[in-house]
């Protein structure tokens, strides 16, 4: 399987939708929206940059959407969640070909927990579960 570096463009627009600052992403998909010439095979195909903005000639312009890496989404995620007088830590660790991200208590009881077999895809489960509730 083919190592994913950050989330895809619909998982970010997802994040937004929940309300989400991604103002903080350390990379960028981009296109060009509106290229100098009619026939520019370029348009509308998304690449990644490491640049927020770029600088434009004519009229050529870029459309661009904050994408997370999996530092980013560990960024966001709370270490700990206090429910009541309840302290549930989270922990990330690999199990039998996935991933699992859990938030437990000291007596072992887990509030949630998510698993899948690419790391950034079940921290992006765990951080949108995080937003939503």
């Known amino acids: ?3 994913k570096q950050v989330l895809s463009i619909e998982q970010m627009k997802h994040l937004q939708e929940l309300g989400l600052d991604t103002s903080d992403a350390s990379m960028y998909w981009k296109r060009v ?3 100098s010439r009619i026939d520019d095979k ?3 195909k998304w690449f990644l940059s490491l640049q927020k903005e770029f600088q434009t000639c004519g ?3 870029y459309e661009t959407l904050p994408a997370y890496t999996l530092q980013d989404i560990l960024d966001k995620l709370p270490t700990l969640i206090i429910i009541s007088s309840d302290f549930y830590k989270i922990c ?3 199990s039998c070909g996935y991933w699992d991200i859990y938030y437990y208590k000291s007596d072992a ?4 927990s998510k698993k899948s077999e ?3 895809d079940v ?3 765990m951080l949108c579960w995080c937003i939503e509730n």
Not at 109 to 112: G, K, P
């Open 109 to 112: 009881t887990e509030l949630i």
């Open 59 to 61: 009229f050529m312009s």
């Open 123 to 125: 921290a992006y489960d």
């Open 1 to 3: 399987m083919k190592s």
């Open 33 to 35: 929206s509106h290229g």
């Open 92 to 94: 990330i660790e690999p």
């Open 42 to 44: 370029s348009k509308g």
């Open 118 to 120: 690419n790391i950034i």
